[in-house]
C-alpha cells in the first residue's frame, strides 16, 4: 500500500515539472507530472503544500494547495481517476451557490453530489479535474 504523506514548503527551484521544496526540516523534490506544466506552476518563493505518494526520492504529487489556498488536483494516467478530494468537490459546489445535501458519492471519475439551489434539487457532478461537467436538475 502506498505511503501517502503531505509537506509544506518554500519553493526553492523548479525544474520542469518538479519543484524543490525547503520544508521546515528537510528539502523535497515534488513531481507534478508532465501534465502540470499545462497550468501556471509555482515560482520560487512560493510557499506551498503538497499532498501525494512518498518515493525513495520524491512525492508523486496528487493535490497541490497553493498560499492563497487554491487546490490543483493532479491527474496521473496510472492512477486511472484523481484522489477523492471530497473537501474541494463540496467547496466547489457551494461556491456554485449550492446548499449541500447528504453526502457526496463517489464515482470512478467523479462525485456525485445532491444539491439545493433557487428551490430546486440538482445531482451535481464534479469531476477529478476540478470541474463540474454536469448540473442535472430532479424531479420531485
Known sequence: MPTTVSATGTVW???GHRLALDCATTKILADLGPKATTGALPTVGDIVTVDGERKPCEI???RLIL???TVRTIVRPDQGHGPADT???????RDAGYRVEGLPIRKPKHFQIRGIRDGAAFEV???DD???R???RLTA
Do not use: M, P
Request: aromatic fraction near 4%; glycine fraction near 8%.
Open 13 to 15: 527551484a523548479v525544474f
Open 60 to 62: 508523486k504529487v496528487s
Open 67 to 69: 498560499a492563497d489556498g
Open 87 to 93: 473537501d474541494a468537490a463540496l467547496r466547489l459546489v
Open 125 to 127: 457532478h464534479v469531476h
Open 130 to 132: 476540478g470541474c463540474i
Open 134 to 136: 454536469r448540473e442535472k
